[in-house]
């Protein structure tokens, strides 16, 4: 168990609908990253959070969109979806100033778009 | 941009046995960080190993090792008498260490190491 709690573990809902994954991050860290991981795409970094600010910004749709709270959880909103949407949606986080500043992974929401 | 390459798609292993799973990357970064994760079916990512660019020795982790070649830009995992708990999806990935970048990770497509009884 890593520490990092995503919800929902899976959902399945329709085109053009909207929906919001959540995540905690573990006990003291402060950064917050999101990644996609798809057939055709691999594994992609979409955005990072840090202590309620965004950081960096990967290959994000426009459609999609996240915040950090001031307890530091996060959310992650696709609108608008799509049939190439659906994915396995990672969540992560990290102490920056750890040893190896290494990220530690959520279980992951599976997103299914029919 | 960064480029992370996995030539492996998929790998048999036979139990007890070591298994090199390959890593090249591509990177105009001085300093950068590499890391394995591994994939079981349950489908989290678990953090094994980390190499920093500037680290002169390799990295090892128990049964994990990590064989570091800065001038050919390689990073290749080894594990060690491999276990059925073993089989799983292995990525490789960089951090590049530049404050725009955040410290977000490039990914590789990934290798399937199946290991046999």
């Known amino acids: 168990d890593s520490g990092v709690t995503q919800t929902p573990k899976h959902l399945i809902t329709a085109t053009g609908q909207r929906v919001t994954l959540r995540c905690s991050p573990r006990?003291?860290?402060?950064?917050v990253y999101w990644y996609q991981q798809s057939l055709d795409q691999g594994l992609q970094f979409l955005i990072q959070?840090?202590?309620?600010?965004?950081?960096a910004k990967g290959n994000i749709l426009e459609r999609f969109s996240a915040q950090q709270f001031p307890d530091l959880h996060s959310e992650l909103n696709l609108s608008s979806l799509e049939l190439g949407d659906s994915a396995l949606y990672f969540c992560?986080?990290?102490?920056?100033?750890?040893?190896?500043?290494?990220?530690?992974f959520g279980p992951g929401t599976r997103l299914t778009v029919l | 941009a960064q480029k992370i390459t996995q030539t492996q798609p998929g790998m048999f292993v036979q139990e007890k046995e070591a298994v090199t799973l390959d890593c090249t990357y591509d990177?105009?970064?001085?300093?950068?960080?590499l890391f394995w994760y591994k994939q079981p079916s349950s489908g989290e990512m678990i953090f094994l190993i980390y190499?920093?660019?500037?680290?002169?020795q390799n990295a090892t982790e128990g049964r994990y090792s990590l064989n570091f070649q800065k001038a050919r830009k390689s990073a290749n995992l080894v594990i060690s008498a491999s276990q059925l708990g073993d089989s799983a999806m292995y990525f490789c990935?960089?951090?590049?260490?530049?404050?725009?970048?955040?410290?977000?990770?490039?990914f590789g497509g990934g290798t399937r190491v199946l290991v046999k009884p």
């Open positions: 992560a986080s990290g102490a920056e100033g750890a040893p190896y500043n290494e990220q530690f």
């Open positions: 006990s003291g860290d402060l950064s």
């Open positions: 959070y840090y202590n309620g600010e965004e950081r």
């Open positions: 990177t105009s970064d001085q300093s950068y960080g």
């Open positions: 190499q920093g660019s500037y680290d002169e």
């Open positions: 990935a960089m951090r590049e260490n530049r404050r725009a970048a955040g410290n977000k990770l490039t």
